[in-house]
């Protein structure tokens, strides 16, 4: 048992071992204690208990997005065998991650609604799954590169 005092009252939460406080949405509006306020209670924060799952959500895909944005300008740097300065955000950089990000959300829908892999292929599902979206993946890495070296070789051309 967990006893919490303050303008709100002393409350009782029964801490179980689920994992929905450990999720951060629930310690952010951990006053209000996951129910309405009582109607003469000062809690203010009873919309934060809605908001919160949204702004979670976001911030997860605004870091996603951000690590992929800086694994693939790592990945176009290092990779092609030319020499050239490193930029977080290219053309072909946005593209890519465009691309991995779309391809991954609609290959979920696909794996999660229409394929039976499972049923199919037994255990080795979840490897063929894995492969399929590596592929993907890697079909949007190369068409990101291809776009930065095409309007790299275009950028060549004019300045000549």
Same mark, same amino acid.
């Given at each position: 048992?967990?006893?919490?005092? @303050?303008?709100? @009252?002393?409350?009782? $939460? ?32 009873g919309r934060v208990e809605q908001a919160a799952p949204v702004f979670f959500a976001t911030l997860r895909w ?7 944005? &800086? +694994? ?6 290092? +990779?092609?065998?030319? !020499?050239? !300065? ?5 053309? +072909?950089? #946005? $593209? @890519?991650?465009?691309?991995?990000? /779309? ?12 394929? /039976? ?6 255990? &080795?599902?979840? $490897?063929?799954? #894995?492969?399929?979206? #590596?592929?993907?993946?890697?079909? *949007? &890495? &190369?068409? +990101?590169?291809?776009?930065? *070296?095409l309007l790299g070789e275009e950028k060549r051309q004019h300045h000549k």
């Amino acid at each position: 048992m967990w006893r919490s005092g @303050g303008p709100f @009252g002393r409350r009782v $939460v029964q801490q179980s071992s689920s994992s929905s406080y450990s999720d951060p949405c629930h310690w952010i509006s951990f006053s209000c204690y996951r129910r309405r306020p009582d109607p003469g209670s000062d809690c203010r924060f009873g919309r934060v208990e809605q908001a919160a799952p949204v702004f979670f959500a976001t911030l997860r895909w605004i870091i996603i997005e951000l690590s992929l944005l &800086l +694994g693939l300008a790592v990945i176009y740097y290092f +990779g092609p065998d030319a !020499k050239r !300065k490193f930029q977080f955000i290219s053309p +072909g950089n #946005l $593209v @890519g991650a465009a691309l991995i990000a /779309s391809a991954s959300i609609g290959f979920r829908t696909y794996v999660s609604h229409f394929g /039976s892999y499972n049923a199919t292929y037994g255990s &080795l599902g979840a $490897v063929i799954i #894995l492969m399929l979206w #590596l592929y993907l993946s890697g079909i *949007a &890495l &190369l068409a +990101g590169s291809e776009i930065d *070296a095409l309007l790299g070789e275009e950028k060549r051309q004019h300045h000549k």
